[in-house]
């Protein structure tokens, strides 16, 4: 394992996350604040509690899925696009290194400012409800499995995209309505019984449900479901990514 490689790739990506710090930091609190008003607000003054918790603090988790699944993809897929935009991925490719050190630089990267912004939603998120823990360990298993995960799917998204405008298509028109279908700011067991059913194939759930669990200790399907749901997806974007390397897919001319 080269890790001079590993390390450099990781170092410049975060030293661009680094010169936008201030705006990286900003936005997650302003909309967290926004969510927290408008669900929090408006919706929690009519709905008490959800399975024994206050719902401004049900929405947390949510929350910080919500936005630790959309910043790992976003960048992740804006890590490798530009190399292949502007033409520099074929001197990484060049390089005396494999797939698997460059798919560490970057993957490692995003994931990292994804769980960035997800210990500054829940520090935000701290300021408005009464936040408990029941399970640390567990919430930052599940934390770093979700930043890691989307950060490979991103990298797909990445190769996959050939402009700017595809790189957004994915996380808005797939991840973002399967994130707030996914029970993020309900329990499913509110929804009649036909619709739990169709929810129950929505991948999104069972992140959510296992996260909400660290919190709280009450989930809408089993923890080991959860945990295997989405290990289950980091080995699949493995296997799409040691494909793409091995093929060339998109990244060869």
């Not at 947390?60 to 520099?88: C, D, E, H, R, W």
């Not at 769980?115 to 936040?131: E, K, N, P, Q, R």
């Not at 770093?144 to 998204?157: E, M, N």
């Amino acid at each position: 394992m080269n890790w001079t490689a590993v390390l450099s790739i990781y170092r410049f990506e975060m030293a661009r996350f680094f010169r936008t710090i201030l705006q990286s930091f900003i936005s997650p609190v302003i909309s967290t604040s926004l969510y927290f008003v408008v669900f929090g607000a408006a919706i929690g003054s009519r709905i008490d509690e959800v399975e024994g918790v206050s719902y401004g603090a049900f929405i947390v988790p949510g929350l910080i899925m919500l936005s630790v699944m959309s910043q790992a993809i976003s960048n992740a897929s804006f890590a490798i696009y530009f190399p292949k935009f502007i033409g520099t991925i074929y001197e990484l490719l060049s390089a005396p290194i494999n797939f698997l050190e460059i798919v560490l630089g970057y993957v490692g990267a995003a994931a990292t400012k994804a769980l960035f912004i997800g210990v500054v939603i829940l520090a935000t998120s701290a300021l408005f409800v009464d936040l408990q823990i029941l399970h640390p360990v567990a919430m930052l298993a599940f934390l770093v499995l979700t930043c890691i995960s989307f950060a490979l799917l991103g990298f797909i998204i990445g190769i996959w995209a050939k402009s700017f405008e595809q790189l957004q298509l994915v996380p808005l028109l797939v991840v973002t309505p399967l994130v707030f279908l996914g029970g993020s700011f309900y329990s499913i067991s509110m929804l009649p019984p036909a619709w739990q059913t169709v929810t129950l194939f929505n991948p999104v759930v069972y992140l959510v449900s296992g996260f909400r669990w660290s919190f709280f200790g009450s989930a809408d399907v089993p923890v080991g479901l959860s945990l295997l749901a989405i290990i289950g997806f980091t080995a699949l974007c493995l296997a799409v990514i040691w494909w793409i390397f091995r093929t060339g897919w998109r990244i060869r001319s």
